[in-house]
């Protein structure tokens, strides 16, 4: 897809600070340093528009971007951090529930899990949350260029078995560093934009 345009558009906490529910939103999700921000920099073709951070828990406020006006990429907050406080946690799992529960816009949640890490309780969990309330997910597996190509083949392999992940849902391996993936990430995206019913597209 060719980006003429990508904007911040503001940050939120509750459901009454989001911008008005107007485009197709597309949700980010994923364990704290797993690389959200990187890949929707990749993915729009520019360095800085969602803030990176090699510290992890750094994103703790919903963000919202607009992508060529017509939709929108949100970028949650990571979850998994064991350094931050249990009272934060809690804040961030409320704040992160409401928005994926309860945002009309919403049409895809876009499941990052860092290819050389075994899914762990949260992203299980999270998993398990997305199949109970039938919200459309994507599994990006980010790093990929840490691996070679055999050794990443297998550590897919490992992470389909362990989220029993059927085969509608393969996930797209991706890299920042390389784009791997990115092409691919697009097209799914731009035939998942097609098929929603009149006025959410």
């Known amino acids: 897809m060719k980006i003429t345009s990508a904007e911040f558009i503001k940050s939120a906490v509750w459901p009454p600070q989001y911008p008005p529910a107007a485009l197709p939103e597309i949700a980010f999700v994923g364990r704290s ?3 959200k921000s ?3 920099n990749t993915l729009v ?3 800085n528009l969602a803030k ?3 510290t992890p828990g750094r994103t703790q406020l919903i963000n919202f971007f607009t992508v ?3 939709i929108s990429f949100v970028d949650l907050p990571g979850y998994g951090f064991a350094k931050v406080p249990q009272s934060v946690k809690k804040d961030w799992g409320e704040m992160m529930e409401a928005y994926l529960k309860e945002r009309p816009s919403l049409c895809l949640v876009i499941f990052i899990l860092d290819i050389r890490r075994d899914p762990n309780a949260d992203d299980l969990s999270l998993r398990d949350w ?3 309330y039938r919200i459309p997910y ?3 597996l980010t790093k990929s260029d840490k691996l070679s190509n055999n050794q990443a083949m297998a550590r897919r392999k490992a992470i389909e078995k362990t989220l029993q992940i059927t085969a509608e849902k393969k996930p797209i391996l ?3 560093k390389t784009q791997k993936g990115k092409t691919d990430i697009w097209d799914f995206l731009k035939i998942h934009l097609a098929s929603l019913p009149a006025g959410r597209s």
């Open 33 to 35: 340093n797993v690389g």
């Open 68 to 70: 060529n006006e017509k």
């Open 38 to 40: 990187s890949l929707i």
């Open 45 to 47: 073709g520019r360095k």
């Open 174 to 176: 991706f890299s920042a």
């Open 138 to 140: 994507l599994y990006i």
């Open 52 to 54: 990176t951070s090699n």
């Open 130 to 132: 997305l199949e109970h």
